[in-house]
C-alpha cells in the first residue's frame, strides 16, 4: 500500500522545485543588462561559474556508475551540447538589444514551435489544441515584433525568435536522443561558451562588480537547471509545464523593478495573447489525464 503523506510531501517538494526553478530562470535578462560588458563575456564567465555545480550533480546523481560512463556524452551529447551554444549566445545577445519582456514571451512559446517541428520532422500527430495554440503564440509574438520596427530593438527580437527556434530543435532532438545524458550536455555547453568566450573577447577586462554579478548568474543559472530536473521528476509533465509558465511573467516584472525597464505597448498586447495561450494550454493538460492525451495523439 502507498504511503499518500509521502507521496503528498514529494509531490509538493516537486512543485517547490520547478517553481523555484522558473523564479531562477527568469532572473536571465536582469543579471545580463545588470553588467556592462559585452555578449560574450557574459556567456564566457556564466558558463565557467556553472559547469562546477553541474558537474557535481551529474557525479552525485550517477554516482553508482564509472566515472567513464558517467562523463560520456557521445556524438549526441555533442550535438546537443552545440546547439545549446548558440542558442545561449542567440539568448544574452537579445536581452542586450532588447526588452527583457519580448525575449520572456519569445521563449514562451517553445512548446508550440518544437510540437510544429515535431509534426514537420517525426511526423507526430499534433492535438488541434495544441495547434490552435501555436497559432495564438505565433500572432502574439508577430505583434510584438512589429513593435520593434524603426525603434533599434528588431535585431534583439529577431534574435530571441531564432534562439525560439533553436531550443524548439533542441527539445526535439532530447526526444530523438532519449538515452543522451542532457544535464551533462548543459556542462559540455557552458565548457564551450567558455572557451568560445575567452578567445572572441576580453573576459579578463570585466570589473570586479561586474564579475561578482556574472559568477552568481553561472551559479543560478547551475541550480535552475538542477532544480528544474529533480523537480520533473517529482511532479506531472502537465503540471510542471504550467508551472514554468511563471517565467514569462515574472522576468518582465524583474526588469520593471530593477531596471525601469517598461516595453512599448505591442509588447504587452502580444505578450498577453502568448501568455493567455499558453496558460489555456497548460491548464487544459493538467485537467485532461494524461492517457486520454496519448489517445487524441496516437490517432
Given at each position: 500500500?502507498?504511503?499518500?503523506?509521502?507521496?503528498?510531501?514529494?509531490?509538493?517538494?516537486?512543485?517547490?522545485?520547478?517553481?523555484?526553478?522558473?523564479?531562477?530562470?527568469?532572473l536571465?535578462?536582469v543579471?545580463t543588462?545588470?553588467?556592462a560588458?559585452?555578449?560574450?563575456?557574459?556567456?564566457c564567465?556564466?558558463?565557467?561559474?556553472?559547469?562546477p555545480?553541474?558537474v557535481i550533480?551529474?557525479?552525485?546523481?550517477?554516482?553508482t556508475?564509472?566515472?567513464?560512463?558517467?562523463?560520456?556524452?557521445?556524438w549526441?551529447?555533442?550535438?546537443?551540447?552545440?546547439?545549446?551554444?548558440?542558442c545561449?549566445?542567440?539568448?544574452?545577445?537579445?536581452?542586450k538589444?532588447?526588452y527583457?519582456a519580448n525575449?520572456?514571451?519569445?521563449?514562451?512559446?517553445?512548446?508550440?514551435?518544437?510540437?510544429?517541428?515535431?509534426?514537420?520532422?517525426?511526423r507526430?500527430t499534433?492535438?488541434?489544441?495544441?495547434?490552435?495554440?501555436?497559432?495564438?503564440?505565433?500572432?502574439?509574438?508577430?505583434?510584438?515584433?512589429?513593435?520593434?520596427?524603426?525603434?533599434?530593438?528588431?535585431?534583439?527580437?529577431?534574435?530571441?525568435?531564432?534562439?525560439?527556434l533553436?531550443?524548439?530543435?533542441y527539445?526535439?532532438?532530447?526526444?530523438?536522443?532519449?538515452?543522451?545524458?542532457?544535464?551533462?550536455?548543459?556542462?559540455?555547453?557552458?565548457?564551450?561558451?567558455?572557451?568560445?568566450?575567452?578567445?572572441?573577447?576580453?573576459?579578463?577586462?570585466?570589473?570586479?562588480?561586474?564579475?561578482?554579478?556574472?559568477?552568481l548568474?553561472?551559479?543560478?543559472f547551475?541550480f535552475?537547471?538542477?532544480l528544474?530536473?529533480?523537480?520533473?521528476?517529482?511532479?506531472?509533465?502537465?503540471?510542471?509545464?504550467?508551472?514554468?509558465?511563471?517565467?514569462?511573467?515574472?522576468?518582465?516584472?524583474?526588469?520593471?523593478?530593477?531596471?525601469?525597464e517598461?516595453?512599448?505597448?505591442?509588447?504587452?498586447?502580444?505578450g498577453?495573447?502568448?501568455?493567455a495561450?499558453?496558460?489555456a494550454?497548460?491548464?487544459?493538460?493538467l485537467?485532461?489525464?494524461a492517457?486520454?492525451?496519448?489517445?487524441?495523439?496516437s490517432?
Amino acid at each position: 500500500m502507498r504511503d499518500r503523506s509521502r507521496d503528498g510531501r514529494a509531490h509538493a517538494l516537486g512543485v517547490l522545485l520547478v517553481l523555484a526553478s522558473a523564479v531562477a530562470f527568469s532572473l536571465a535578462g536582469v543579471m545580463t543588462k545588470m553588467v556592462a560588458t559585452d555578449s560574450w563575456t557574459v556567456l564566457c564567465w556564466r558558463g565557467l561559474f556553472s559547469i562546477p555545480p553541474i558537474v557535481i550533480y551529474v557525479v552525485w546523481r550517477d554516482r553508482t556508475k564509472p566515472l567513464g560512463a558517467i562523463f560520456h556524452l557521445g556524438w549526441r551529447g555533442w550535438t546537443l551540447a552545440t546547439l545549446g551554444s548558440l542558442c545561449s549566445a542567440a539568448f544574452i545577445a537579445a536581452f542586450k538589444l532588447t526588452y527583457v519582456a519580448n525575449v520572456a514571451v519569445a521563449y514562451a512559446t517553445v512548446p508550440f514551435a518544437a510540437a510544429a517541428l515535431a509534426w514537420l520532422a517525426l511526423r507526430e500527430t499534433v492535438r488541434a489544441s495544441t495547434l490552435l495554440a501555436a497559432i495564438g503564440a505565433f500572432a502574439g509574438v508577430v505583434i510584438m515584433v512589429s513593435g520593434g520596427m524603426g525603434t533599434g530593438h528588431l535585431a534583439g527580437d529577431l534574435l530571441a525568435v531564432l534562439m525560439t527556434l533553436g531550443m524548439a530543435v533542441y527539445m526535439v532532438l532530447i526526444r530523438v536522443f532519449r538515452d543522451t545524458p542532457v544535464v551533462l550536455a548543459l556542462a559540455a555547453s557552458s565548457l564551450q561558451v567558455f572557451l568560445a568566450g575567452w578567445f572572441l573577447t576580453d573576459p579578463l577586462a570585466v570589473s570586479a562588480g561586474d564579475l561578482v554579478t556574472l559568477a552568481l548568474f553561472g551559479l543560478i543559472f547551475a541550480f535552475a537547471a538542477i532544480l528544474l530536473t529533480e523537480g520533473t521528476r517529482l511532479i506531472p509533465a502537465a503540471e510542471a509545464g504550467l508551472l514554468g509558465t511563471a517565467e514569462t511573467p515574472i522576468a518582465p516584472l524583474l526588469a520593471w523593478l530593477v531596471l525601469a525597464e517598461i516595453p512599448p505597448p505591442a509588447t504587452f498586447v502580444g505578450g498577453g495573447i502568448v501568455l493567455a495561450v499558453v496558460l489555456a494550454h497548460a491548464l487544459r493538460d493538467l485537467a485532461t489525464p494524461a492517457a486520454k492525451r496519448q489517445g487524441a495523439s496516437s490517432r
